[in-house]
């Protein structure tokens, strides 16, 4: 089992920029890829990025390529999401998730989700 709590939300005006973490619970966080997903309101959760177990491999949406990163320590079972350039459109509640088959956007693959940050960015 694995337990997921996002951090780093808030309130930033349109070209600031967030970094968002997730903490983990548990000893086997090093064998998860992790993702992070968003779900503006009154619109589906959409995938955002991923990372593979040891950090070697990522996947962006086209959205946020260039403006986001992310990263994660495994010796601190943490996972980042470093926002940049923000945009009003990137206000959404923000969520991670932990996967032992994919780091991809298709969120039927993820086995844990933490319960949400959320992030609004004024015009």
């Known amino acids: 089992q694995v337990q997921l709590v996002e951090s780093g939300g808030g309130l930033v005006q349109a070209g600031g920029s967030l970094r968002l973490s997730c903490a983990t619970s548990?000893?086997?966080?090093?064998?998860?890829?992790m993702g992070w997903f968003r779900q503006a309101p009154g619109k589906e959760r959409e995938f955002v990025a991923g990372?593979?177990?040891?950090?070697?491999?990522?996947y962006y949406a086209d959205s946020v390529k260039g403006r986001f990163t992310i990263s994660r320590d495994n010796a601190k079972n943490l996972v980042y999401l470093q926002m940049n350039s923000l945009r009003p459109e990137d206000t959404a509640l923000y969520y991670c998730?932990?996967?032992?088959?994919?780091?991809?956007?298709?969120?039927?693959?993820?086995?844990?989700w933490g319960q949400g940050t959320q992030v609004t960015v004024s015009s």
């Open positions: 998730a932990a996967s032992t088959t994919s780091y991809g956007p298709a969120n039927k693959r993820y086995d844990y």
């Open positions: 548990g000893r086997t966080f090093s064998s998860y890829n």
């Open positions: 990372i593979s177990w040891n950090g070697g491999s990522t």
